[in-house]
């Protein structure tokens, strides 16, 4: 089932991907065809079989929950494009009216 | 004599017997590195100065331990490169994306600290993919590393850059990782050993993170010998990574195949389903007859199934975009790589993120994004989830029967860059040998078994158990001891 354009603007939205008409409509080709592909999964009966929710289910070890040193702040905020006060500035997230 | 000639465990003997100093050893790799490098391009950074302090480092300790009888680490003063997806501190990384231009990391990634703990100096970042996304480099934002046997063709991917540095000779071993074969692929079609361990076996601290439930941490070295050093030293619990395993890491002993039938008692499983019509006859031929040297080493084989193999492709397309998808939501322009400016917040993510991340992050993005949308995620995602089971109950009925598994690596060799371009599903059709042994988590290697008429390497894999790496070493170390395909090299000339 092939795309429409209009719903890979909708994905795109989702994904927080700026993106022009020409670059829309040639993703909805390309993901048509991926698509279309996948869907032969759909012919596999998968009647009673549990879904794989995690390889290493049988080894997971939680580290002990004890504080212990961390990077400082100044050096995480190093790669910042954009820091006040020793924190992370970014433009206004609501309209400022 | 050139060191750059040398494999690892030979410069790791030189450097323990004296007279050739990491520092000597370090500026023959720089060396090449700066001869080679505008042609290949298989580093995105050059870390000279950072590696040739670590070298006189490195004597230092060897000249201690010299005067001691404490047995050095073969790793000890060892040059690796290490794929740009794995953060070193200080040293600038990209993962080939122009949304992580200039960034710098504050950390190391565990797989890299205990090979520098050992003694190892890193000596630059490979290309790779953007964010690993690829089989070839092509999709690098900082352009595509050649192959070292043939210039116009790539060397795979996405640790194409690792693997042409080792197989050019610019370092004896390199870090790749592996989400779908990008090991395994990129070490057959350059020639070299490429390990993908078992899922958890290397912990993915510092790992940009990818497909987390896929991604692996291995090496690629030239021979198996030199692969089993540093897989051995990189392996094991970290209490940084929830899913490293906690489990014994076996020492590799690989002296005992020096006997004459080091296979003896060894059940290989050859599955039909990895000898499809289409492929390359001089990929199907070179695997089958290095299937008949492990019999003359007193292996048994057998063929085996594995029924499901032919979904592993759209499995893997919904299960790494959907991570991905995830996982590259963190790239928004505020804590790290550079802002694209706009009025409000959104405006900045949407700019940020469509200019700054190339098509196929882009397309796995949306890819996955659609696969977990409302209406859509038990058509895809938890199907995906299901059959991925299936696949991984093939494995587990298989290896009921064999010890491992042999097939081929990729159904062609290297092919010319720009082959696949605009047309992302025969790319994927790369990987279809590699991407079932990341979905079931068990453990592979790649590894040189011939040359096509035109030259280019082909590459077997063997598949194994759940951390039974140590086995699939074994068998391709007993391999190497009777054939020198991996002994081949390209570029010699040059240097």
Not at chain 2, 239 to 262: F, H, K, N
């Given at each position: ?13 989702l ?12 993703y909805?080709?390309q ?14 009966d ?13 080894a ?9 040193p961390g990077?400082?702040?100044e050096?995480?905020?190093r790669?910042?494009a ?16 | ?25 370090t500026?023959?790799c ?34 201690r ?17 290490v794929?740009d997806?794995?953060?070193?501190a200080?040293?600038?990384?990209t993962a080939?994306?122009?949304i ?5 990391p ?12 050992a ?21 690098s ?5 050649r ?10 991917g996405?640790?194409?850059g ?9 370092v004896?071993?390199?870090?790749g ?28 601290y510092?790992?940009?993170?990818y ?25 094991g619990?970290d ?24 296979l ?6 050859i ?19 290095a299937i ?32 991905a ?29 469509g ?6 992050v882009?397309?796995r ?26 696949i991984?109950?093939?494995?587990e ?7 491992v ?8 060799t290297a092919?010319?860059i ?9 790319m ?8 079932p ?21 082909v ?17 391709a ?17 040059t240097?």
């Open positions: 089932m092939p795309l429409t354009v209009e719903e890979v603007k909708h994905i795109a939205t994904a927080r991907l700026e993106l022009d008409e020409q670059q829309l409509a040639h909805c080709q993901l048509s065809a991926i698509l279309d592909h996948v869907a032969k999964l759909s012919r596999v998968t009647t009673g079989v549990p879904a794989t929710s995690g390889l290493a289910a049988e997971v070890v939680l580290r002990a929950d004890e504080s212990r990077l400082e702040p050096t995480l905020l790669n910042a954009s820091i006040e006060n020793g924190q992370f500035k970014i433009p206004p997230v609501f309209d400022q009216e | 004599m050139d060191l750059t000639d040398l494999t690892l465990l030979q410069a790791s003997a030189a450097l323990a017997k004296g007279g050739t100093s990491s520092v000597d050893l500026r023959a720089l060396k090449r590195i700066e001869q080679l490098e505008p042609t290949l391009h298989a580093f995105l950074y050059v870390a000279g100065e950072k590696a040739l302090a670590a070298a006189e480092e490195a004597d230092r300790q060897l000249e331990i010299s005067r001691s009888t404490s047995q050095e680490s073969p790793l000890l003063g060892i040059p690796v490169a794929k997806v794995l953060v070193v200080d040293l600038p990384c080939g994306s122009k992580l231009e200039g960034f710098v504050p950390f190391t990634a565990t797989a890299v600290q205990r090979l520098q703990a003694g190892a100096i890193v000596i630059g970042k490979t290309n790779t993919d953007e964010f690993a996304m690829g089989s070839s480099t092509e999709n934002a900082y352009g595509v590393t192959n070292p046997w043939a210039p116009g063709r790539v060397p795979g996405s640790s194409g690792s693997a042409a540095a080792v197989a050019a000779h610019l004896p071993a390199a870090l990782t592996d989400t779908g074969g990008s090991v395994r692929q990129p070490a057959a079609f350059c020639g070299v050993t490429g390990l993908k361990p078992t899922y958890g076996r290397v912990s993915r510092g790992l940009i993170a497909g987390s439930s896929l991604d692996c941490v291995g090496p690629l070295a030239r021979s198996a010998a030199d692969a089993a050093v540093l897989f051995a030293v990189m392996s619990r209490p940084l990574d929830a899913t490293s395993a906690d489990m014994t890491v076996p020492g590799i002993d690989l002296a005992e195949v020096r006997q004459a039938s080091p003896q008692g060894l059940m290989i499983g599955p039909d389903e990895y000898f499809v019509a289409g492929m390359q006859a001089e990929v199907e031929a070179g695997v089958r007859d008949a040297v492990l019999e003359r080493l007193g292996a048994t084989v057998v063929p085996v199934s594995l029924p499901h193999t032919e979904y592993a492709l759209p499995v893997y397309y919904i299960i790494a975009p959907a991570e998808s995830a996982n590259l939501a963190r790239y928004d322009g505020v804590r790290y790589g550079p802002r694209e400016a706009g009025e409000a917040m959104w405006d900045v993510f949407y700019r940020t993120r200019r700054r991340f190339g098509p196929e882009e397309r993005i949306m890819l996955g994004t659609y696969a977990l949308s409302a209406g859509y995620y038990d058509a895809y995602y938890g199907q995906a989830q299901k059959v991925r089971t299936l991984r109950r093939d494995f009925a298989a290896f009921t029967q064999v010890d598994i042999a097939a081929p690596v990729a159904p062609t092919f010319p720009g082959a696949h371009a605009g047309d992302p599903l025969a994927y059709l790369e990987d279809i040998f590699t991407l042994a990341n979905l079931a988590g068990v453990p592979g290697l790649a590894f040189p078994v011939g040359f096509d008429g035109t030259g280019l390497p590459g077997m894999q063997l598949m194994g158990r759940h951390f039974q790496e140590d086995l699939l070493l074994r068998v170390h007993a391999y190497q001891q009777v054939t020198d395909w991996h002994r081949r090299r390209p570029m010699r000339e240097a």
